[in-house]
């Protein structure tokens, strides 16, 4: 099977999958409970997102261009990572456990978890580190040179690249979106505008560097500025509006009591 095909298939198996735990969750808490109707369509938007920039025409641009390349990276991590993130895909496919019997030992299993990851606990502070550092890890290791060119030549890794950035995408925003259920948390948004530091700075770098970084594609400085351009500018800007987003999200929601642990709404 061809990368390409491959990727399609992780696409059309987990938005598959992710359908199916949706529907059971709904079954058990009703329609809108637990994932609301704007998370969902979040997520389907975002597979959505992620089939053009990665299967569409646009991934034979991406194979020609620098620019090209660094906007698919752009789209997954700063695009579809936060939509993927919106539908709370590890608790839907949570649903798809075999038997209620298990679901319960996992909820108790959870429970003790769920307390130490609170929004202003250490616990929650560990996992936005080890998210800002997996994002982090993600996006340097695929820009150095010798990766990123093994990249353009082989599509197995290609597609791979793909996966990881994506999957390191919706791990960050799965933590800044469960920061805080109805006031802003100025943690979270340390924690997004930490994690997008490397991307400012490897755009910053990418467009003002007079030497080639990625010879394979044996284009000019132009591609690789325009690349540049695209990462500091169009990644940051969209960061910062996303940023905006949330902060308003949070600040104008109603507050009210904190659910208890385990029921549909917590």
Not at 184 to 201: D, R, S
């Amino acid at each position: 099977m061809s990368p390409a095909r491959v990727e399609l298939a992780v696409l059309l198996v987990g938005t598959g999958a992710w359908c199916w735990g949706l529907q059971r969750t709904w079954a058990r808490w009703g329609h809108g409970r637990v994932v609301r109707f704007w998370q969902a369509n979040a997520l389907l938007t975002g597979v959505a997102v992620a089939g053009l920039a990665t299967l569409g025409p646009y991934d034979a641009v991406a194979d020609r261009s620098i620019a090209g390349h660094m906007g698919q990276h752009v789209v997954l991590m700063v695009v579809a990572g936060p939509l993927l993130a919106c539908g709370r895909p590890l608790l839907v496919l949570g649903a798809l456990l075999p038997s209620r019997a298990r679901a319960r030992d996992l909820q108790r299993a959870a429970a003790p978890v769920a307390r130490w990851a609170r929004p202003g606990t250490s616990g929650w502070v560990a996992l936005a580190a080890g998210a800002v550092a997996l994002h982090t890890a993600v996006m340097v290791a695929w820009h150095v040179p010798v990766l990123y060119d093994l990249a353009v030549r082989d599509e197995a890794v290609h597609a791979l690249e793909h996966l990881t950035m994506t999957a390191s995408a919706v791990a960050l925003w799965s933590v800044v979106l469960g920061a805080g259920r109805r006031r802003p948390g100025p943690a979270a948004m340390a924690t997004l505008f930490g994690a997008n530091v490397p991307m400012t700075l490897l755009g910053f770098a990418l467009l003002m560097s007079r030497t080639r970084w990625y010879p394979v594609y044996g284009t000019g400085l132009d591609d690789q500025q325009a690349a540049g351009a695209l990462l500091w500018g169009v990644g940051g800007a969209l960061v910062v509006v996303e940023a905006a987003a949330v902060f308003a999200w949070w600040f104008g929601a109603e507050e009210r009591p904190a659910a208890p642990l385990g029921s549909p709404s917590a």
